[in-house]
């Protein structure tokens, strides 16, 4: 896990960074870039395969401080401030001249600041999902050519766990030096310390190093390295600050995280089951866990509340997969399994089957995908049948809210899943409209029901799904694709 820690996002770290003053260190290193800047490559036997440049983008020799840059620009600044350079939102390559970073114009995350201009004015999410520079903007590789790019978080992690720490004051000068736990091979890192809007600080007492990462949880922060005598560790801080750059080649590209869009409080809750899969600890459509969450017909993205005057109607005629113009089941134009409805669309009048096969949701149609993206998916009937046999059930209130607690038998974890019924506007099948709150749940999977070796149980029409109530507790059960069900997600690494 990103600790936040730095000038910007932590008190405490700021303090322990500023409260170390060496009269021994110098801040006048030399730092003016050479243009013909030749870095050796350090190869400190790391697993990754990552090496390590012996100094900074814009040094001279190891200790120096070399340049600052703001992140994802590939011109350098030295110490001096009097180059009249000012590190902030209004001289932000990507910051479109605004003096905050609402304005941000290329790396940008889902993090819910809707004043961003990565959020549409109804509250969507319109941004990149870039997190990783691109090599236009990697300042390693556009200076230094080559295989030179910036370290990921990663590799500063790796380097971390995997050096042992000396705090060296030498000759006024201060600096970490890093010895490999693998071949003994070492670099140093000076104490750089930062450019923040029109002043240069802590010099002499910590080093400010940029990742190639963007924070996945904030449009405005970047993954960086920070240390002093005493801590080395991964921090976040504003893109906009001066931090040096220390350059690596890689064995391999790094590549863009894969980003969610699900809400800042949803939580993948490892319930020790056999496969790894983990379960969101709330509805899709929910803010926390006794939220009922909306209601999705299967195969469609959009989900409804459960007040029923919205005007949607969970019938034939209103969903998503019908043939044009037609009300009833039989024209599902869109995963259909070989069931013999032969009265159905999907076999010819001769009775032989031309459907499309197709017994589960593909990527495009799953909502949790649509909604969330990254690693979160609707469940299959497999996922859903080991999470009934790997925990147990038990009908409970939370909130006064009633539901299904499932609880792990391998470790303490657990979900809740609140009872919201669900909506149906077929006539003749049920109740109408939102029946069944508080009293029970229809949780959906991305599967139909399909049983191989029963066609009796094999329906192009029907999900399969999580169902439970008081009396008769949790089981495995089915209803009409035109439904409106809650859907429970699952993160798959």
């Not at 020799?61 to 620009?73: C, M, R, S």
């Not at 109804?122 to 556009?142: I, M, Q, R």
């Not at 400010?208 to 921090?235: E, P, Q």
Request: net charge negative; proline share 3%.
């Amino acid at each position: 896990m990103i600790s936040k820690i730095g000038r910007y996002f932590s008190v405490s770290f700021a303090a322990l960074l500023g409260a170390f003053a060496f009269s021994g260190c110098s801040d006048d290193k030399e730092d003016k870039e050479d243009p013909k800047q030749t870095l050796e490559v350090v190869d400190m036997g790391f697993k990754s395969g990552t090496k390590w440049a012996n100094m900074n983008i814009g040094a001279n020799k190891p200790e120096d401080n070399g340049y600052y840059f703001a992140w994802g620009e590939t011109e350098g600044y030295g110490s001096d401030v009097s180059d009249g350079h000012v590190f902030f939102w209004n001289t932000y390559k990507w910051g479109a001249g605004s003096d905050n970073e609402f304005k941000i114009s290329k790396y940008q995350v889902p993090d819910n600041q809707k004043d961003g201009c990565w959020y549409s004015s109804d509250g969507k999410f319109v941004g990149d999902k870039k997190t990783l520079l691109d090599l236009e903007d990697d300042a390693a590789h556009v200076i230094l050519g080559g295989d030179w790019v910036m370290p990921t978080a990663d590799d500063f992690q790796e380097l971390i766990d995997n050096t042992t720490k000396e705090w060296v004051e030498k000759d006024g000068e201060c600096y970490l030096k890093l010895t490999s736990n693998f071949n003994g091979a070492s670099i140093i890192i000076p104490t750089n310390g930062s450019r923040d809007n029109d002043k240069f600080e802590t010099a002499e007492t910590s080093g400010h190093y940029w990742s190639a990462n963007l924070n996945t949880k904030s449009t405005s922060l970047v993954n960086y390295c920070g240390f002093n005598k005493d801590i080395t560790r991964m921090g976040v801080n504003r893109r906009c600050f001066g931090f040096g750059i220390r350059p690596v080649q890689r064995a391999q590209r790094a590549v863009q995280e894969e980003i969610s869009n699900a809400p800042a409080n949803v939580e993948a809750v490892d319930l020790g089951l056999p496969s790894g899969v983990k379960w969101a600890n709330i509805n899709l459509g929910a803010e926390k866990e006794t939220d009922y969450g909306l209601f999705y017909a299967y195969g469609e993205t959009i989900g409804y509340g459960s007040d029923v005057s919205d005007g949607r109607k969970f019938d034939f005629a209103s969903y998503k997969w019908m043939n044009e113009g037609q009300s009833t089941k039989e024209q599902i134009n869109k995963y259909q399994i070989a069931d013999e409805e032969k009265d159905c669309c999907w076999y010819d009048s001769e009775g032989k089957f031309i459907g499309d096969g197709k017994s589960v949701l593909d990527e495009e149609d799953d909502a949790v995908c649509a909604n969330w993206g990254g690693k979160w998916s609707m469940p299959s009937v497999e996922d859903l049948q080991e999470l009934m046999d790997n925990t147990t059930a038990e009908w409970t209130t939370v909130d006064g809210i009633p539901g299904m607690r499932l609880t792990s038998k391998t470790n303490s974890n657990s979900i809740f899943m609140p009872a919201a019924g669900h909506r149906s506007d077929v006539v003749g099948v049920g109740p109408l409209g939102l029946s069944g709150k508080d009293g029970m749940g229809t949780y959906m999977t991305k599967t139909l029901r399909l049983k191989p070796d029963n066609v009796e149980e094999t329906q192009s029409y029907y999900w399969r799904g999580y169902f439970f109530m008081q009396k008769k507790g949790g089981y495995l059960h089915y209803d009409l694709r035109s439904s409106g069900a809650s859907i429970r997600p699952v993160y798959k690494d």
